[in-house]
């Protein structure tokens, strides 16, 4: 990766992780350092209804949804790594700002973050294979409510 690339990846963490930290009164939001393949997503510190969340942040103009579908996969292994109990796609929308950036979650974690969709921890794993996506702003609400 290019040095003009990480530095823009690494632009986009920043004001994903600021924006998120002021939508939801949570400054201890992070960046997280490079682990290798056994990564934990680019923001931690983030928690949601008693679940530690990671969060993957991707700042491609293009995204193919085969592109999307790896990014997805990504989470979910980083979400493993890390032993948290969600796990959040960002991708960011080029010229706008980051309350109308991309987050994707699956639906288990949808129900683990939103209130009226909380059920017991006898999640199935179908679940895990589906996904919702929303913006950034919406997701922070979500949260917040």
């Not at 032993?83 to 950036?101: I, M, S």
């Amino acid at each position: 990766m290019s040095t003009r690339a990480k530095k823009r990846g690494t632009a986009v963490e920043v004001k994903v992780r600021d924006y998120m930290r002021e939508a939801l009164g949570q400054p201890g939001i992070d960046r997280q350092p490079l682990r290798g393949s056994r990564d934990e997503g680019d923001l931690r510190g983030l928690v949601a209804r008693g679940f530690e969340c990671v969060v993957e942040v991707k700042a491609k103009r293009d995204l193919a949804r085969s592109l999307v579908a790896e990014y997805r996969r990504q989470t979910l292994a980083e979400r493993e790594n890390a032993g948290a109990g969600v796990g959040v796609l960002v991708t960011w929308r080029y010229n706008h700002p980051a309350a109308d950036a991309v987050a994707h979650v699956t639906l288990r974690d949808l129900a683990r973050l939103s209130r009226p969709l909380r059920v017991n921890d006898g999640f199935m794993e179908e679940a895990d294979g589906s996904w919702v996506s929303m913006t950034l702003a919406e997701l922070c609400a979500l949260i917040d409510e």
